[in-house]
T-cell receptor
Framework: AQSVTQPDIHITVSEGASLELRCNYSYGATPYLFWYVQSPGQGLQLLLKYFSGDTLVQGIKGFEAEFKRSQSSFNLRKPSVHWSDAAEYFCAVGLDKIIFGKGTRLHILP | GAVVSQHPSWVICKSGTSVKIECRSLDFQATTMFWYRQFPKQSLMLMATSNEGSKATYEQGVEKDKFLINHASLTLSTLTVTSAHPEDSSFYIC????????????FGPGTRLTVT
């Protein structure tokens, strides 16, 4: 069955600290991979995507993600978080239809 | 670029009435739009795929007679919740796909529906 797992429901990091949000997927083939961010009252914004090629993908707002085929993972990273990064983050995978993970809520400590 | 709007942003209706939600791609054409439902603190669940000029494809468990989808043009899809009940209260989000080859979707800001 196709699925996306974000094992961390909540993550709290201090401002300026590094961040890694985990995402694992189960899919019949290598799907397209996405990370979205959802801030209160706003729509989902695409941070980055992976279709093929270089497995380290650079996105907006200083985020990057690495696709690891052997681990079926697509973890999101940021070297130094800002208070404005506090939001809900969704990993998504798919081809003609996208499946979303349950999300990870990121809290930032001042 | 790639802006998707939804209207209304929030709506309150009485049980038994119908509500229409519009999803528009403002600066691109989208042959395919998607409708999602998001419960509080949960993920997005795909309800249906809306294709311009043809019938929508509904996901398993979604009542097509309750959630009517019309994709009348390349920039507009509508979701009508018919005979709404309190359990239909939710956050409805649409997305539009400008290029099926990349499967990249652009999301609207969502519509909060409350049925009293």
């Amino acid at each position: 069955a196709q699925s996306v797992t974000q094992p961390d429901i909540h993550i709290t990091v201090s401002e300026g600290a590094s961040l890694e949000l985990r995402c694992n997927y189960s899919y019949g083939a290598t799907p397209y991979l996405f990370w979205y961010v959802q801030s209160p009252g706003q729509g989902l914004q695409l941070l980055l995507k992976y279709f093929s090629g270089d497995t380290l993908v650079q996105g907006i707002k200083g985020f990057e993600a690495e696709f690891k085929r052997s681990q079926s993972s697509f973890n999101l990273r940021k070297p130094s978080v800002h208070w404005s990064d506090a939001a809900e983050y969704f990993c998504a995978v798919g081809l003609d239809k996208i499946i979303f993970g349950k999300g990870t809520r990121l809290h930032i400590l001042p | 670029g790639a802006v998707v709007s939804q209207h209304p942003s929030w709506v309150i209706c009485k049980s038994g009435t119908s509500v229409k939600i519009e999803c528009r791609s403002l600066d691109f054409q989208a042959t395919t739009m998607f409708w999602y439902r998001q419960f509080p603190k949960q993920s997005l669940m795909l309800m249906a795929t809306s294709n311009e000029g043809s019938k929508a494809t509904y996901e398993q468990g979604v009542e097509k007679d309750k959630f009517l989808i019309n994709h009348a043009s390349l920039t507009l899809s509508t979701l009508t919740v018919t005979s709404a009940h309190p359990e239909d209260s939710s956050f409805y989000i649409c997305s539009a796909c400008p290029d099926r080859g990349t499967y990249e979707q652009y999301f609207g800001p969502g519509t909060r529906l409350t049925v009293t």
